[in-house]
């Protein structure tokens, strides 16, 4: 800062000379400029009447390491950024130290982090957005799997069955999409004590019209009894679908995929493993 105030009307940045009350003692050709006045109307001013109106760093963008951030509004409403560093300016004998203000226009460089943001921005959303396709699918093949079944079948009781399956089946895709806004919303999935055994149950039964369909043998070893883990219900349930679904889709006719269930009293776990007998 110094070396500006050595500078003087030969700076680039504007400088600004602040009497110990507050009022504008002098300024250099770079504060004309940004300022739009001449050095005659901005004499004598309050800091204050100058406009400068202090800026909290974004979401997302860290705090700057020297000075503040301040904005200033033009007379034709557009918006300028700067960082402002001061330091004491000394008084005459029996006078309040005032303050000489150094700012650097960042204007551009907050323009191109704001473009770079809503670039990042974007992309997240394209990425959340095929995400939602890639999920929305499982359920809807194994919905639309089930109905044909459910229209060739001459079971009254099979048709029940797989109509069960049918509206069980919405409404995981409904919790789904309502778990996914509370992943997108500043709030944490709600943990809770599930168990691993039913979720299986649930994934299996949802699954197994598919796989029939596809000639693939679904096969599932799990140990007795309750498999309980801290977790929650239904993200556990999608993200274990998604493995059936995966392996199914690598599994030709006459395959098999195998879902195994361990539970590792060592590490208070249960371990699970989704394999096929498909290509990779």
Known sequence: LSQQVLLGPGSPWPLIA?????????CNPAAERELGLLREKLVG???EQLGFVAVQPGEGEAAPDEGQLVSLTGAGGERSFFLMQNAPLPGGAGERPGR????VNITRWRERLEQADSRRRLALLERLGAFVVHEARNPLAAIRVSAELAAMTPDPERRTALMQQIIASVDDLNRFLGDLLDLVRPKQAQRGPVDV???????????????????VDLRVRAVKGALPVIGNEHLLGYALGNLVRNALQATPAGGAVSVRVERRPSRVSVLIRVSDTGAG
């Open 18 to 26: 602040v009497d110990g009350d507050g009022r504008v003692l002098d």
């Open 45 to 47: 001013r309050r800091w």
């Open 100 to 103: 000489v203000y150094a700012l």
């Open 197 to 215: 055994g039913v979720i299986l149950q649930r994934v299996v039964e949802l699954f197994a019209p598919q796989a029939k369909m596809a000639g």
